[in-house]
């Protein structure tokens, strides 16, 4: 697609949250379609749900993606991006990895899902290093303790 | 150190082929995993080739299993056992299955993130069945084209921008350019958006369609599930009227043993009925009749009760239990059945309830009754000695009029009388012997009409309640109500009979009624005489009549509609209009409705007197009838036009081409509708059912 560039937005749309406002309105229009809601409100309040900063609401924002990428075959590979951006924003890196080279393996010139790509190794590093740091942490006042325990037990031996 | 390499290697190996970490998530996965990070560069690249030659032989077999049935996917496979051996890719896989320590802690401990999990599953089938054609635009642009539209702030600019290029200085002209490309692409961007709301529309509305469509193929089944359970219906309550008639039968045996005790003419079982059946004059009745639901009903009540007898309306029985609803369903102008009821042109026909039972009468002299769920002929009304024209039917009454003069009136319940087994004669006897005062106090004729062992006419003779025949010209038009019914005839006079009694009650005089209005003061004399056209010889005299209370309205052969007060007897008011006679009319509380040769269909407003409504058709209207939506009319066409009065839409019920021989279909002449359920009667002795 030519105009793939608009078609998608990147993970920096996902950042900024829509105003309470705003986000109500998607709600209710979304609410108001009822059983029979519609593909595009559904994806616009889950799209909402996802920019927002409460991890409640991004939940549900990717489990409506989960249904519109259940329910509307035509629509899976741009959702396929939405639910890696969602996951990415929960933090939830190994799913959004997946789901985002799904993307990346049918459109291998997708800037957006290039750039997911990025940002998600850069999380991972950052917080897996972090993780690894503490677990280190704890690994060595373990050792050490245990060291001085057995050293203790050495001695009363 | 050496003993994690090789389960890493196993892990690592596993992620790209389940390429779900989650599936397999065993706590030492994901510990190994950030074991791995802490390692150094070099050690990773060293580690890595082992992985490598882990994995692939891992992935191997897997792939060799699994290519069979997705070619594809091996494909896939082999592409991402090429990649590993690239040292970023290797460095890149490592991290593959990781998760970060937060996201562990919550996938593994947190209630509502392992309830999120599973409901944002998706299965590995439907990741791979990704379908490549794209909609015309994306999820989000149509996300960002619902938005509120920024543009529309920014119209009154462009029109400082315009009065800028007018106003300014050559050297503010860069500037302006500038503006104006910018301008020139923030309506680009306007268009875009307009065109994926464009599609955005049409999208939804073939999504729409779809959804009709799946709607309307639920309704058709769930249509044929209502047809079923009214088929069962039917059949279930058939099966209980039999139950119900065996055991009257027995009680009547009981009780006829118990009150003519010795009679020898009592059969002593039911065994020996059928040979007695085969040969008396019952026997010509076809077996159908006993099986009509409408015709079972507490005959042993009737029997006993010589008061039920006078007053059959009083005693009738209720109704079908169950109601038929199916034509409510079907659409309009669906043909729900047809029977050839007759080999002569039908001139009258009504029915009580849709699928209830039906009668027709036609130029060969015949009257029949009908089933209509099952299109069964029940039986003959036989008694007129001539054709009859018109008649009614409600409930179990039936009242005919006849060119002989007479009308009659017959009670279906009674056909039961026949049914099946059981001591009928003896029944009849007891009638006849029981009542014989009461019926020789009303009318001689009544009773012989009536009791069975003097007339010998097969069909359903036992129905005969009265006969009315005090006119003495051919009698045209009739109409019930509870204990009333009034009849037009030949005469030219309208009488009004008492049903209870069997009685005439009033006769009315049209002519009189006529010349009294004429030379009443301030009646239009003149307005008459233009109306009243030179009589019809074809037009019955009295064409049509219809009386509610003390309300009659009388539709005659010029033209004139004569509202008349039954309690004073006199014309209280003629709607003057039509230019042909007058051939059906209908009231409600508010509406008269009118049809007449002249081929105009006249609604009146029965308060005022004027005409509310009218309109007309090709040919003269013979038959004509409306409910709260629509008014049915025949107007000497192959079709029943239909006028739909919440729509004011005109359209026609049936088929008018020509039958593929090249005949004409043959044309409508009767028509009646109750409930949407539709009835024609044809000249060539067709019926044809339809829902509208």
């Known amino acids: ?157 | 150190m050496d003993a994690q390499s090789t389960t890493a290697g196993g892990t690592v190996g596993e992620a790209p082929a389940s390429r779900n970490p989650r599936q397999g998530p065993d706590g030492g996965e994901s510990l190994i995993g950030h074991a791995l990070t802490a390692v150094s560069g070099r050690d990773v690249q060293a580690f890595g080739r082992t992985v490598t030659a882990t994995a692939a032989t891992l992935i191997q077999p897997f792939g060799d299993s699994i290519s069979a049935t997705s070619n594809h996917y091996q494909h896939a496979m082999t592409d991402i056992s090429k990649e590993l051996r690239k040292p970023s890719i290797q460095n890149r896989m490592l991290g593959f299955a990781q998760r970060t320590p937060t996201e562990l802690v919550r996938s593994k401990l947190s209630t509502t993130e392992i309830q999120h999990r599973a409901l944002t599953f998706l299965p590995e089938d439907l990741l791979r069945a990704i379908p490549d054609q794209e909609s015309q635009y994306s999820l989000f642009q149509g996300f960002q084209a619902t938005l509120p539209d920024p543009k529309k702030s920014r119209k009154p600019s462009k029109k400082d921008g315009q009065k800028q290029i007018t106003d300014s200085d050559v050297d503010s002209n860069t500037s302006v350019v500038e503006k104006l490309t910018k301008e020139r692409e923030d309506l680009a961007h306007q268009l875009e958006i307009y065109s994926v709301r464009k599609n955005m529309a049409s999208s939804e509305i073939r999504e729409i369609d779809i959804k009709i469509a799946n709607l309307n193929a639920m309704r058709h089944i769930v249509l044929e599930r209502l047809a079923k359970l009214e088929q069962e219906e039917a059949q279930l309550e058939h099966e209980i009227l039999e139950v119900d008639n065996k055991i009257e039968d027995i009680q009547e045996d009981m009780d006829s043993v118990h009150l003519e005790e010795g009679d020898s003419d009592t059969p002593s079982s039911d065994t020996n009925n059928g040979s007695f059946m085969s040969e008396s004059v019952y026997g010509k009745l076809s077996n159908s009749t006993f099986k009509n639901p409408k015709k079972h009903r507490s005959k042993s009540k009737s029997n006993t009760n010589a008061t039920s007898f006078k007053s059959p309306i009083l005693t009738r029985p209720a109704g079908r239990k169950s109601m038929p609803i199916l034509h409510e369903h079907f659409e309009p102008g669906t043909r729900i059945s047809e029977y050839q009821t007759h080999t002569d042109s039908i001139t009258s026909l009504d029915f009580d309830v849709p699928f209830g039972t039906m009668v027709t009468a036609a130029l060969d002299d015949t009257v029949r009754v009908w089933d209509l769920s099952s299109g069964r002929c029940l039986g003959m009304l036989e008694g007129h000695r001539a054709s009859v024209r018109c008649l009614q039917v409600e409930d179990n009454l039936v009242a005919t009029g006849s060119v002989d003069a007479s009308i009659r009136l017959w009670d279906l319940s009674r056909a039961e009388t026949y049914s099946g087994a059981g001591n009928h004669i003896n029944k009849k006897k007891k009638y006849n012997g029981e009542d014989a005062d009461d019926e020789e106090t009303d009318d001689g004729r009544q009773s012989s009409a009536i009791s069975t062992g003097v007339s010998s006419a097969a069909g359903l003779t036992e129905c005969a309640v009265h006969c009315l025949d005090s006119h003495v010209d051919e009698v045209t038009a009739i109409y019930f109500q509870g204990d009333t019914l009034v009849s037009g005839s030949a005469d030219k006079t309208l009488r009004q009979w008492d049903l209870e009694k069997g009685r005439c009650v009033q006769t009315l005089d049209v002519l009189w009624a006529a010349a009294q209005s004429s030379i009443v003061p301030g009646a239009d004399d003149s307005k008459w005489r233009s109306t009243g056209r030179s009589a019809d010889i074809k037009a019955d005299f009295v064409g049509t009549l219809q009386c509610f209370d003390a309300a009659l309205a009388c539709g005659t052969a010029d033209g004139l509609v004569r509202l008349w007060d039954l309690r004073s007897g006199q014309v209280h008011r003629s709607l003057v209009g039509h230019t042909g006679p007058v051939t059906c009319l209908q009231f409600d509380d508010v509406h008269l409705v009118t049809g007449s040769l002249d081929r105009s269909i006249r609604i009146w407003d029965l308060r005022t007197g004027s005409i509310f409504d009218a309109y007309g058709y090709d040919n003269p209207i013979t038959s004509m009838q409306f409910d709260a939506r629509r008014i049915v009319s025949a107007a000497q066409e192959p079709v029943v036009k239909v006028y739909d009065k919440a729509d004011g839409r005109h359209w026609d019920c049936g088929n008018k081409e020509p039958l593929e021989d090249g005949k004409e279909r043959s044309i409508v002449d009767q028509v009646r509708m109750k409930d949407g359920y539709l009835v024609e009667g044809r000249r060539d002795g067709v019926v044809g059912v339809w829902a509208c």
């Open chain 1, 1 to 157: 697609m030519a105009s793939s560039a608009d078609r998608l937005p990147y993970a920096a749309d996902a950042e900024s949250p829509l105003k309470e406002a705003e986000l109500a309105v998607l709600r209710k229009q979304y609410e108001g379609e009822g059983q029979f809601v519609g593909v595009q409100t559904k994806f616009n309040y889950a799209w909402g749900l996802i920019k927002s900063d409460k991890r409640a609401e991004q939940q549900l924002g990717v489990r409506l993606l989960t249904d519109i990428f259940k329910d509307y075959p035509e629509r899976r590979r741009e959702c396929v991006y939405y639910l890696a951006l969602g996951h990415y924003r929960l933090g939830n890196y190994a799913e959004a990895r997946q789901y985002n080279e799904i993307l990346l393996g049918k459109e291998p010139g997708n800037l957006q899902a290039q750039s997911l790509r990025g940002l998600i190794d850069d999380k991972v590093a950052r917080e897996g290093l972090l993780g690894v740091a503490i677990i280190g942490g704890v690994a060595m006042v373990a050792t050490i303790v245990g060291s001085a325990i057995w050293k203790g037990v050495a001695k009363k031996r």
